[in-house]
């Protein structure tokens, strides 16, 4: 299966950019990337996605290398809010069938 | 448009019993996807379900089965609970299996 793994925490302050990065080194080859944030005791909200190269929204950026095999994920300017667990999706073909994959999640802590 | 909707919200079984989780997707929606995840960990991929068959499916058990209806609307069945299927689960959905995909605020599985 694939290994999707990120960063256990992460601490910043208020108004700082935050990067997340996973690494997926077995992503299928036609798979999207998919950054998700979640609260306590909800489901997981979606951010942004992407194929390769970057992709900017008006909450976040992603940047993902020629070898797809990882991602990052950008937060500019993050506020107390942002405060959250943070996971990459991503689809594997190892095994011969099709699975979803989520990273191992980054909690990041806003500090103000 | 009220986006996925699960029920119910909370549950408690005891162990050796059989439980059904279900799921509205979101309008317009006719890939479903379902989740579980443990306290303090990540999703992990149950199942996928389009045009009412199962698509793909994670390392789960037989145990563990679903169903999609005409309406697209879909259930998660889950025979022989044990302890360790305590869980939160998720039901996603989406327009197609590359696009983002919405989730539910799931619902809460005890096991006893």
């Known amino acids: 299966l694939a290994k999707t793994t990120q960063p256990i925490s992460m601490d910043s302050y208020e108004g700082q950019e935050v990067n997340i990065t996973c690494s997926h080194n077995?992503?299928?080859?036609?798979?999207?990337i998919t950054w998700y944030q979640q609260f306590p005791s909800q489901g997981p909200r979606f951010i942004i996605q992407g194929y390769k190269t970057k992709v900017t929204n008006e909450v976040a950026s992603l940047f993902i290398p020629a070898d797809r095999k990882s991602s990052t994920l950008s937060l500019p300017r993050v506020s107390l809010s942002d405060t959250a667990v943070y996971y990459c999706l991503v689809g594997d073909e190892t095994s011969g069938t099709y699975k979803y994959i989520f990273g191992t999640g980054t909690r990041l802590k806003v500090l103000a | 448009d009220a986006g996925v909707t699960q029920s119910p919200t909370h549950l408690i079984k005891t162990r050796g019993q059989q439980v059904t989780l279900r799921c509205s997707p979101k309008s317009g929606h006719d890939t479903v996807s379902w989740y579980q995840q443990a306290l303090g960990q990540g999703p992990q991929f149950i199942f996928q379900?389009?045009?009412?068959?199962?698509?793909q499916r994670g390392n789960f058990p037989d145990r563990f089965s679903g169903h999609q209806f005409p309406n697209y609307s879909s259930e998660l069945n889950v025979n022989a609970l044990l302890l360790g299927d305590s869980a939160l689960y998720l039901c996603?959905?989406?327009?197609?299996?590359?696009?983002?995909?919405?989730f539910g605020q799931g619902t809460r599985l005890t096991v006893v």
């Open positions: 379900y389009y045009e009412e068959e199962e698509r």
């Open positions: 077995n992503i299928a080859t036609n798979d999207y």
């Open positions: 996603a959905s989406s327009p197609d299996k590359n696009t983002e995909a919405f």
